[in-house]
């Protein structure tokens, strides 16, 4: 969600900009833009995608070395140009040339009290040429600028509550670029004789593998040959350069159609890497992310601790969930799970025994490190966090880390991220089970052996494309559909339905079996499709009397069963037979029909499957 790329050097910058803002093209995005130092602040903007932005910045030869660019996820205001960053200071006489376009600013966040801001800055005689909370920065600088822009930039975020990574320029002050944030992630890149500002490292791939991760509350002032950072208290800091491999989200898409497809394809190689070396299950497999004190590693940890509380957001939500059945039937530990941009703003009881996990693909999802933090400051002090990016904000924040090896995800519906989640967390429930003195070495052994199994079970059920193939030229015709799951398979369900929401426009929702007569029931019919989950569980006869209630209806069933079920295909029943039983990691295999339901549904429906309407990637604003 929202990219920022910015840049000061003594070379034309534009190319280096439109390609960094290429790479944080899989995040989502409704608009882009880029805007340079050439004789003042000139900008191009436009709604469409990135490559039509490149063109247009070629035809109206745009050309610079300081410059700043951004992709825009809506918030405040429409989709429209006049919306699209960057922004422009227009202040009192804003049609005199020495204050028109003195300030370009480019913004990711939310700035809660921008109305206020508005109002005030509207009284002094700036006009806004916007509906966006963003524009009021650039304002709100420019009536603070007195000649020095990074002072000008420091008064203003004094003022400013809410989220925010910005990048900010003045037509007065040639190569020269200020950032700061707060709540919203900004890294600094250093290479010879060039620095950069963006919101993802990925965005300086091939450009710079010198990252300087920005922290809470820091200014940075980029200027020709130097930088300098000063801390949220107003002192000067010293931030380590890291040496950071990033890859870019544009990989090669090879035989596929789309990213999505190639990524769902991709899940039992992310699961073999992920799992890569696994020849135990110990503790410290969840290694030290934010320098744990000494005796506060994993193992002591594990042992101290004695209940979880699990944060997430979307698709990490349900694999959240999903662990809780694992993490109480195995590791006997009490188990919660929230909704991240909920559980910050209720009141809560903290228990400093708590284990607080967190979920992330990015490691920068605002509002699962918002609850994150206001976990921390209640007391709870043992945190760690599964997470795909190991230079994130989540991985530095956690005391504990489980770093998954599932590689760039560019689709914006999770696949392979989703799946190795589960994997993660299947080893923090043994780890916990064995810290605990609750698994056996034959138990241990058992566990391990059906892991590494897993990617070629993973690869058997890709193998079934063509049956889901067929359900999905059904589904195409349909606008709802309802998906049951039972157990340890009710969260498969919902992530299932997520799926399809997001990417078909389908309305989905899901529900545990047994709730089907409390309600849903009222809505099946022969328009409506009911997708279900039947492992041959402890469950299943349970399962088997909720598709006959279906059944009775005139509803439609489509049902995922294991090869020992003993559920037939009918009329009004449709079977795709799983090619073994899974016990305990049946989750990972079960969700990965509902994942191709979902791409195929789309591509019959013609809809854009790794850009879907309204949704970003990365969710970085609250």
Known sequence: MCGIVAAVSHRDIVPLLVQGL??????????????????????????????????????????????????????????????????????????????????????????????????????????????????????????????????????????????????VICKDEPHRVIGARAGSPLVLGVAPQELFLASDAMALAGVTDQIVYLEEGDLVDLQLGRYWIVGKDGRPAERPVRTVQAHSGAADLGPYR????????????????????????????????????????????????????????????????????????????????????????RESVPNPNTLVVTITQSGETADTLAALRHAQSLGMRHTLTICNVATSAMVRECKLAYVTRAGVEVGVASTKAFTTQLAGLFLLTLALAQAKGRLSATEEAAHLKAMRHLPAALSAVLA???????????????????????????????????????????????????????????????????????????????????????????????????????????DGLHVIRMPEHYGPLSPLLHVVPLQLLAYHTAIARGTDVDKPRNLAKSVTVE
Not at 100 to 125: D, K, T, Y
Request: proline residues 4%; hydrophobic residues 40%.
């Open 464 to 570: 079934l494309e063509p049956q889901v193939i067929a359900w999905a030229e059904d589904f195409a015709r349909k606008e709802h559909a309802l998906f049951l799951g039972r157990g340890l398979h009710y969260p498969i369900a919902q992530e299932g339905a997520l799926k399809l929401k997001e990417i078909t426009y389908i309305h989905a929702e899901a529900y545990a079996a047994g709730e089907l007569k409390h309600g849903p029931l009222a809505l099946v019919t022969g328009e409506m499709p009911v997708v279900t989950v039947a492992p041959n569980d402890a469950l299943l006869e349970k399962l088997k009397s909720n598709m006959q209630e279906v059944r009775a209806r005139g509803g439609v069933l489509y049902v995922l069963a294991d090869a020992d079920t003993r559920i037939d295909s009918g």
């Open 258 to 345: 789309h990213y999505m497809q190639k990524e769902i394809f991709e899940q039992p190689r992310a699961i073999a890497d992920t799992l890569e070396g696994l020849e135990a299950v110990v503790p410290e497999l969840f290694e030290g992310a934010g320098q744990p004190a000494p005796g506060e590693g994993a193992h002591r940890t594990f042992q101290q601790i004695d209940s979880v509380l699990i944060l997430a957001c979307g698709t990490s939500y349900y694999s959240g969930c999903t662990a809780k059945y694992w993490l109480e039937s195995i590791a006997k530990v009490p188990t919660q799970v929230e909704i991240a941009s909920e559980y910050r703003y």
């Open 22 to 167: 290429q790479r944080l093209e899989y995040r989502g995005y409704d608009s882009c833009g880029v805007a340079v130092h050439a004789d003042g602040l000139r900008r191009a903007r436009s709604t469409e995608r990135v490559a039509e932005l490149m063109q247009q910045v070629s035809s109206e030869h745009l050309i610079g070395s300081t410059g700043i660019a951004h992709t825009r996820w809506a918030t405040h205001g429409a989709p429209a140009v006049h919306n699209a960053h960057p922004h422009f200071s227009h202040g009192p006489g804003a049609t005199s040339a020495d204050r028109a376009g003195r300030i370009g600013l480019v913004h990711n966040g939310i700035i809660e009290n921008h109305e206020e801001l508005r109002a005030e800055l509207q009284a002094r005689g700036y006009v806004f040429a916007s509906q966006t909370d963003t524009e009021v920065i650039c304002h709100l600088v420019d009536s603070l600028y007195e000649g020095d822009l990074f002072e000008a930039v420091k008064a203003a975020v004094r003022r400013l509550h809410g989220a925010y990574a910005i990048a």
